[in-house]
């Protein structure tokens, strides 16, 4: 039995949208237990698969070591998602910091991140969304807290007020992440993405276009931080275990020559992502 965490801050106006159309929509069961004095809800109509939905009162991204709190093998923070142009979006990523831990979880260290899910979500999120106009639809590159040892994903609605209070966008990312739990698919080869921008173009052709499923995802503007400390990490906390890196060549800029010797270094078998897709 696999036991998911389904995760909402009450600070978050987008997660507390996701977690009451999870309630509406699926007929979770209110059980005894609380945590931070909220409601936990119940749904166990998925075979082997336990999912619970809390409602905690930090900020997601500072909920450091909520996996002490929480029994699960899987968190799936639902959030909201901010960006300097506000545009209107949907995105799942994979979390740690490649750098400092400005924005929760600890410096220079990866989160466990299951490749299998993150692609999954992400096939069903295009599914469900494909009618909306004008969201942009998307990976992006591992980032933010909080710490946990256990695999976790974020699922986000941007990217202010009116996206994240839209009942109909937390339907879709509700129906979203039941889709992908009750998803059976799970033969892929999992990959790790070096380079590209932040909503990373690269990731989101991978992952619809071929058989690959990506987990971490180091962006151009943090590979000046990858190095034999952190790509191990990206490699080792992606599950399953990837046996290949796939670089976006023309999104490393000026650290072609630094990635490509580091991954010589390691013996890390890598591929151009423009000869895949």
């Known amino acids: 039995m696999n036991n998911i ?20 929509l699926y007929n979770f069961e209110k059980l005894s237990e609380k945590l931070d004095s909220n409601d936990v809800f119940l749904y166990n109509k998925i075979p082997n698969k336990a999912i619970k939905s809390y409602l905690i009162d930090d900020d997601l991204i500072f909920a450091e070591n909520i996996d002490k709190r929480i029994d699960a093998d899987i968190f799936i923070f639902a959030s909201k998602h901010r960006s300097k142009e506000n545009t209107p979006s949907f995105a799942v990523h994979a979390i ?4 400092n831990a ?7 260290t990866l989160c466990p991140s299951s490749a299998v899910l993150l692609k999954n979500l992400f096939i069903e999120l295009n599914r469900n969304a494909q009618e909306i106009q004008n969201y942009e639809i998307t ?12 695999p976790a994903v974020f699922v986000e609605i941007g990217s202010t007020d009116k996206e994240w209070n839209d009942k109909q966008n937390g339907e879709i990312i509700a129906k979203t992440i039941m889709d992908a739990l009750n998803n059976q698919n799970k033969d892929y080869e999992s990959c790790v993405v070096l380079g590209g921008g932040h909503y990373n173009q690269a990731a989101n052709k991978i992952m619809l276009r071929t058989n ?48 490509t010797a580091l991954l010589e270094k390691l013996s890390i078998r890598y591929e151009r992502v423009q000869n895949i897709v």
């Open 5 to 24: 965490a389904i995760i909402s801050s009450s600070k978050d106006p987008a997660g507390v949208n996701i977690r009451n159309n999870l309630s509406e």
């Open 96 to 99: 740690g910091n490649w750098s």
């Open 102 to 108: 400005d924005f929760g979880g600890e410096e220079r």
């Open 139 to 150: 990976l992006e590159a591992t980032h933010h807290g909080p710490y946990v040892k256990q």
């Open 212 to 259: 690959y499923a990506v987990g971490h995802i180091c962006p151009k503007y943090a590979l000046e931080y990858l190095d034999e400390e952190t790509l191990p990490q990206a490699i080792n906390k992606t599950i399953p275990k990837p046996e290949i890196i796939l670089v976006d060549w023309k999104g490393l800029g000026i650290h072609k020559q630094k990635i």
